[in-house]
Nanobody
Framework: QLRLVDSGGGLVQPGGSLRLSCTAS????????VGWFRQAPGKERQGVSC????????YYRNSVKGRFTISNDNAKRTVYLQMNSLKPEDAAEYYC??????????????????????WGQGTKVTVSS
């Protein structure tokens, strides 16, 4: 069910930053793992970072470690993905999903959005000079 709203994408120069937001519209995220996935045209879907809200467990794909940070604000029912030092290869459609599961398990095997409990519509990130 499409009940997540993701936003924050845009055009940024290499080395720049963006913060993506994933907000639950009708429910709280306390019992879920929220994952950020991305997919560029012609490329495989990738699990970028995942956060299990209940215990704070996180997972990051190797290529974003040290540059991206996932966090949440329970009061706002929102999970953020802070992306720093962006590279051209980070350009993609980013979308969030929410499901019951381990952060690592969800991130290392990203499926189509519709296979999760909830998903967002996607937000485009372009990294170009």
């Amino acid at each position: 069910q499409l009940r997540l709203v993701d936003s924050g994408g845009g055009l940024v120069q290499p080395g720049g930053s963006l913060r993506l937001s994933c907000t639950a519209s009708l429910f709280t995220l306390d019992d879920y793992t929220v994952g950020w996935f991305r997919q560029a045209p012609g490329k495989e879907r990738q699990g970028v970072s995942c956060l299990r809200i209940s215990d704070g467990t996180t997972y990051y794909r190797n290529s974003v470690k040290g540059r991206f940070t996932i966090s949440n604000d329970n009061a706002k029912r929102t999970v953020y993905l802070q992306m720093n030092s962006l590279k051209p290869e980070d350009a993609a459609e980013y979308y969030c999903v929410a499901d019951d599961g381990d952060a690592r398990d969800i991130c290392i095997d990203p499926k189509r959005a519709t296979e999760y409990d909830y998903w967002g519509q996607g937000t485009k990130v372009t990294v170009s000079s």
